[in-house]
């Protein structure tokens, strides 16, 4: 199979150096769910630029393929990016992707080189009929969006002899369709690292997930390193507390008597409020795109950052792998 991938893969043309967008969607059907894939390429503007389809994996990862050989040295990470509620609505999936780029992309020491989304069907007006409707997406993602991850991997390592790695970055509501899809994955998932790192922000998760659902840490063990990030001034968490009856952990960070894995690192942003336009900084909710206070360290993160470089990071009282974002001593 690999074989013939790599056939091919080198009949493809050469794709230039544009802003290419890798979007996985979740498409309904009579039968259920099923996944398609689309590339968009454009130089300024994504309306006039060149789309993509196709319902194959393989036509997928040829297009990433060849795109990633052309890319400058250096960019050997991918960023999967699962959006939260309203989140694939195109006004909404396009200005995050536009930020997340300049952020996380077009950073000259950053080491990602493109950002895969998905999009799933959370655009609903009401909470709860989103919510409600993850169940129904967790056995597709369970088998095609991991397969393709893994033939990814496996391919890129037979045919260039080295590993590249995928990051996660879940907003909101898309951390709830990401626990249920990674948590309880077959026994032979777990037995080889799926992500580098998950970045969980403004999760809308119960505060005390890992206290009560044990399965969490078989999700944390798909990743080498994991990042909670969570405000205190997240106005759109505080309307989840409510809904759910209980506070959020993008809100209020692990409860006290969680246990959090061994690589997972816990930071409070909630004295970060540099957001770059109004409403981002009034709900507090979008900082993972619209802060460059922490979306840089996000991206110090995923990139494995040395101490001396995160010193704007104090570590919490009686914690362990805690920290709270002082914005103070950044500048």
Not at 48 to 72: A, R, V
Not at 322 to 327: A, G, M, R, V, Y
Request: hydrophobic share 35%; charged share 25%; with cysteine.
């Amino acid at each position: 199979m690999i074989r013939i991938f790599f056939i091919l893969l080198i009949s493809l043309p050469v794709f230039g150096q544009k802003d290419v967008q890798y979007n996985i969607l979740m498409i309904e059907q009579d039968s259920g769910y099923s996944l398609q894939y689309e590339r968009l390429s454009y130089d300024a503007n994504p309306r006039k630029g060149t789309l993509t389809k196709s319902s194959s994996k393989d036509s997928f990862l040829m297009w990433l393929f060849k795109d990633l050989e052309n890319l400058q040295s250096g960019r050997k990470e991918l960023l999967f990016y699962i959006h939260g509620m309203w989140g694939s609505q195109r006004a909404n999936f396009q200005r995050a992707y536009n930020l997340m780029n300049d952020q996380f992309i077009k950073s000259e020491d950053s080491d990602i080189a493109r950002i895969v989304s998905l999009k799933w069907p959370g655009n609903d007006f009401h909470y709860r009929e989103n919510k409600e409707r993850i169940p129904k997406l967790v056995p597709v993602l369970q088998t095609e969006l991991v397969e393709l991850i893994r033939r990814f991997q496996l391919s890129w390592m037979w045919i260039y002899k080295e590993r590249r790695d995928w990051d996660v970055l879940i907003h909101s509501l898309g951390n709830e369709l990401a626990r249920q899809v990674f948590r309880d994955l077959p026994d032979r998932e777990y037995e080889e690292k799926l992500f580098e790192n998950i970045i969980f922000a403004a999760s809308d998760l119960d505060h005390d997930i890992y206290s009560k659902d044990s399965l969490m840490q078989r999700f944390h063990s798909l990743a080498e390193h994991c990042y909670i990030y969570y405000s205190e001034r997240d106005l759109t968490l505080e309307v989840s507390k409510n809904l759910n009856k209980l506070d959020r952990l993008g809100r209020a960070g692990p409860s006290d008597y969680s246990s959090l894995p061994d690589n997972t690192t816990a930071i409070d942003v909630s004295l970060v409020k540099d957001e770059n336009n109004f409403p981002d900084l009034i709900t507090g909710h979008s900082y993972f795109r619209a802060s460059p206070l922490v979306t840089r360290d996000m991206l110090n993160s995923m990139m494995m950052r040395s101490a001396s470089v995160l010193n704007y990071r104090l570590e919490k009282e009686d914690t362990r792998n805690h920290f709270l974002i002082s914005p103070k001593d950044v500048y």
